[in-house]
């Protein structure tokens, strides 16, 4: 009898665990495994367009750049092939993409992409240009990006959230026009900038934020100058995150803009921009896939 009952007791319980166990596993075996990559790099770079705009001097404010003459000077523009700053070379099998920085600007998907998994791995060349001869060398990953070129602050660049590729920075997040989103950080103090950290609740960051358009990553995972660091960016349904070399450096959800009335707009799919920026940077194994949900381990850091 006391058998029986022992039997009937546990006997759910052990079901209930190999259902669990089963579900978690079939899970991950249809986040992890059925979704194929799309690759994002051919000798032609047939998959994108590029954007030019100027070669950015010491001391730019912001203003369109004028000649001897004083006269405005038109930014180089979309798909010139006079211009060479994004080309392909071939290393074994690899191909890989030159972002030579020479001139502001970026290569654009000329697909919008929602809901996925974009990966990338950089790493640094030895040249940089006019504005940047003195500071870190920079790039970056615009997602969400959506409307005309040329709309913030270098005249580069479209509406979009950015995961900044930088030297000691890489992860860090810049808002991109009059984007906006929040974002688990430390508030800041004083000259600080927000800290993004998983133990804190988000705040506001970009168009209308207090804390303004700019926060930093939560450790430096970036590998030495001659090594290939590998970036995933996950985005879903308004929530993204930025992981550096298999580390989660910055956790985001609401992403949107602010339209020319005040109102926030939903900012959740767009075309994916890859900066060039006065440094010299080098770019290999870019691929995206589709995805229709977020594992339970990226649900649990939101």
């Given at each position: ?170 992860g860090d997040f810049w808002s991109q ?126």
């Open positions: 009898m006391n058998t029986m009952k022992h039997f009937t007791l546990y006997l759910p319980l052990f079901f209930l665990v190999i259902s669990c166990s089963e579900v978690k596993n079939e899970e991950q075996k249809n986040l992890d495994e059925t979704y194929e990559w799309e690759e994002l790099i051919d000798e032609d770079l047939t998959q994108w367009d590029t954007y030019l705009s100027y070669q950015h001097q010491p001391g730019y404010d912001g203003s369109v750049p004028l000649d001897e003459n004083g006269e405005e000077i038109a930014p180089i523009g979309l798909n010139n092939s006079e211009y060479t700053v994004f080309s392909t070379v071939k290393e074994g099998e690899e191909t890989i993409i030159k972002n030579t920085g020479e001139y502001y600007g970026c290569l654009i998907t000329k697909k919008e992409y929602k809901n996925y998994h974009f990966q990338l791995k950089y790493k640094w060349g030895d040249k940089k240009w006019a504005y940047r001869k003195d500071l870190l060398k920079d790039s970056g990953i615009l997602y969400h990006s959506v409307g005309p070129m040329a709309v913030e602050y270098w005249r580069s660049w479209m509406l979009s959230q950015e995961f900044q590729i930088m030297e000691g920075h890489t026009a009059n984007s906006a989103i929040d974002i688990r950080a430390y508030k800041p103090e004083s000259v600080m900038d927000p800290l993004a950290h998983e133990s804190q609740e988000y705040l506001p960051i970009g168009m209308g934020s207090p804390y303004n358009n700019y926060c930093l990553r939560s450790g430096n995972y970036e590998k030495p100058h001659d090594e290939w660091n590998t970036l995933d960016l996950i985005c879903y349904e308004g929530k993204s995150l930025h992981i550096v070399n298999g580390e989660v450096v910055m956790i985001l959800k609401n992403s949107r803009y602010i339209d020319e009335n005040g109102k926030e707009v939903p900012l959740i799919q767009g075309k994916i921009q890859l900066q060039s920026e006065a440094a010299e940077v080098f770019f290999k194994d870019i691929k995206i896939r589709q995805i229709d949900s977020l594992t339970t381990q990226q649900k649990a850091l939101f």
